[in-house]
Structures are given as C-alpha cells and as structure tokens.
C-alpha cells in the first residue's frame, strides 16, 4: 500500500516524534525535530509526513542552514553566506523500512525544496543511500560539516 504524502500538521507532532524515536531507537531526533519547530526559520511546508490508513509511518524534515564560501582569515568579512537547505532528518517507522516510503519522502521533499526556490539541499547521511537521490559528496565544493563528519 502506498504512503500518502502531505506537509505536517500540529495533530502529527506526537505520530513525528514517535517514528523519529522508533527509526533511531532513541528520542534525539524527535526532540531535534521539535526544537526546529519552534526556530523562526523553520519552514512548514518542508515537514513531511508519509501515512497509511491514518498512522504516520514516516517523516523527512528539511531546514534552512548557512553554508559560508571564501577564503577568509578566520574573520566574518572573509566569508560569503548562501541560505541553502539541509535535510534531516529522515525517519521511518522500522516496520515499514525498506519498502520505499523513505525514497518517496526525499523525492516530494526534494521537489517541495524546487518550488519554494531552494537550489540547493545537504544532508549529513548514509553514502550508499542518498546518491541514488543525486546527492555527491559535499567535499566535491570545498564544503566541510562543523562537526568533523567524513
């Protein structure tokens, strides 16, 4: 049976939560998940949630995230910032994995991503999945995770 598709509503938030803590097996998503909520910066629309029969079953997220060009000496003058989008993260709940529902969630956000004019999208995620959905990696233009990530 296929997912349906659709942006949050605040009746989801528990359903989110619940699948971000299941997928991960522990509750760090889903309290990521509800800190963004409340940033002003946070984009309804790029919240989605897959559900069958009424039950959400899976959740991709996507927030906006400064990336800073140029050579630079340390100092803020030294840089460009580009706003683009950064994607996580992505949770489905684990009966459901590997059935395509979370490749349905990165396609219709990716393409929520295109219509509000976001040209670009990161993601700090597994190598081998998210290629297949046209991600490369990042060090291909010099960008670099603060968090030492390889």
């Not at 528990?14 to 002003?40: H, M, S």
């Not at 309804?44 to 079953?57: F, Q």
């Not at 340390?74 to 489905?92: D, F, K, M, R």
């Not at 993601?123 to 990042?138: D, K, N, S, T, W």
Request: aromatic share 10%; with cysteine.
């Amino acid at each position: 049976m296929l997912p349906t598709i659709r942006p949050e509503t605040p009746s989801d938030y528990p359903g989110i939560t619940e699948v971000n803590d299941l997928a991960f097996g522990q509750p760090t998503e889903g309290n990521l998940v509800e800190k963004l909520r409340r940033n002003p910066k946070f984009v309804p629309e790029l919240s989605l949630v897959a559900g069958i029969d009424g039950k959400i079953v899976g959740h991709i997220l996507f927030f906006p995230v400064v990336v800073k060009s140029g050579v630079g000496d340390g100092e803020p003058e030294g840089y460009e910032e580009y706003e683009i989008i950064s994607l996580a993260p992505l949770s489905v709940l684990p009966e459901f994995q590997k059935q395509g529902i979370g490749g349905r969630l990165i396609k219709e956000g990716l393409e929520a991503c295109r219509k509000l004019g976001y040209g670009s999208v990161v993601v700090l995620g597994h190598p081998e999945y998210y290629p297949r959905f046209g991600f490369e990696q990042a060090r291909k233009w010099g960008i670099k995770d603060p968090f030492g990530a390889p």
